[in-house]
């Protein structure tokens, strides 16, 4: 059963929940393992992936709080952003976006709907996320100063309340597990700003889940990852009255390649091979890593063939089209 702290938090419902999740019998068949897929991509809400349950908990809040604008940030493909705009115009409430990179932004996937959605965008020339952030603050600072009741939602939606968006699908997971008659060894998703991590490691520690949580790294370092992923799983933890255990905090980041948004030959592959054997598409920053790094624990011995594993579908892939 959810703990109430779940049910009684002020949230939107957005999400198509629960997910699909269902073995991968082609892939299954050909590697001849045991994949399950929980398709997060298919949330729905403004073409879905996993920032939609962490908004159904952050838009809530702004709402409490009677904010009139909200405030955030990310690159010009980003999913979060993407349904923030989305979020905002849905309460009533004026989005601003900060937008960054160096590269001049093509008119097409997220940074296109961003546009459609209304949201208002403010561009910084740089590709680092500190720099995004200083921007966002500063302009928050700046819409606070001209009277406006701020709602600030860092990169990613990465904050305790985000955070319970999957802690909700840990137990939703739990019920697709039993209905499909399977206890998994290992669950693996892409893992970028941590609350997706966080919030499944909630539900393991709070229901002594057995199986381990794997996130595949997308971005940064794995140690910087399992340190901010620490604090955020301490934050939210404590809401939930669980105790920290740090040796379930597992990132996994040798698929990121040269950086950030960089394709790498892997994910290529994976994509190709997800999309012509299953009719599932990924993406090249997330979801098309993660699924490399799934492929290669399968082939390289690193779980067993044998026992069900589950790939989260965490989205994003509006980015093909950019
Ligand atoms: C499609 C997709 N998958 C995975 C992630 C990683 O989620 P988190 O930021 O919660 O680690 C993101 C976040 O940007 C995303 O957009």
Not at 215 to 230: F, V, Y
Request: hydrophobic share 40%; net charge negative; charged share 20%.
């Amino acid at each position: 059963m959810k703990p109430n702290l779940l049910t009684n938090t002020p949230h939107c419902d957005l999400a198509f929940t629960p997910t699909p999740c269902y073995r991968l019998s082609n892939i299954s068949a050909d590697l001849e393992c045991n994949l399950y897929c929980k398709r997060d991509d298919l949330t729905g809400f403004a073409f879905g992936g996993n920032k939609v349950r962490k908004m159904e908990y952050l838009i809530a809040d702004a709402i409490e709080k009677q904010s009139d604008a909200i405030v955030t940030s990310g690159a010009y493909q980003s999913n979060f952003c993407r349904v923030t705009a989305a979020a905002g115009a849905f309460a009533g409430i004026e989005v601003h976006v900060v937008l960054g990179g160096t590269k001049e932004p093509t008119m097409s996937g997220n940074y296109l709907l961003i546009n459609h959605l209304g949201a208002r965008i403010h561009a910084v020339r740089s590709d680092s996320w500190e720099d995004w952030e200083a921007e966002r603050q500063e302009l928050a600072d700046s819409l606070r100063k001209q009277g406006r009741v701020v709602y600030e939602m860092p990169i990613g939606g990465s904050v305790p309340l985000g955070a319970m968006g999957y802690v909700g699908a840990f137990y939703e997971l739990l019920d697709d597990f039993k209905r499909l008659g399977i206890n998994p060894t290992h669950i693996f998703f892409a893992s970028s700003s941590g609350g997706t991590h966080a919030g499944l490691l909630i539900g393991k520690w709070l229901t002594g889940w057995e199986g381990k949580i794997i996130g595949i790294g997308t971005a940064k370092s794995g140690g910087r990852l399992s340190e901010e992923i620490r604090t955020l799983a301490k934050e939210t933890g404590d809401l939930f009255n669980t105790t920290l255990q740090p040796e379930d905090i597992i990132v996994d980041d040798a698929y990121v390649g040269e950086a950030y948004g960089i394709p790498t030959k892997g994910c290529e592959d994976a994509i190709q091979y997800f999309a012509r054997k299953e009719g599932i598409f990924l993406d090249h920053v997330y979801s098309g890593k993660a699924a490399a790094g799934v492929m290669d624990y399968i082939a390289s011995g690193k779980v067993n063939r044998k026992e069900p594993i589950v790939f989260i579908h965490t989205g994003g892939n509006v980015e093909l089209f950019a």
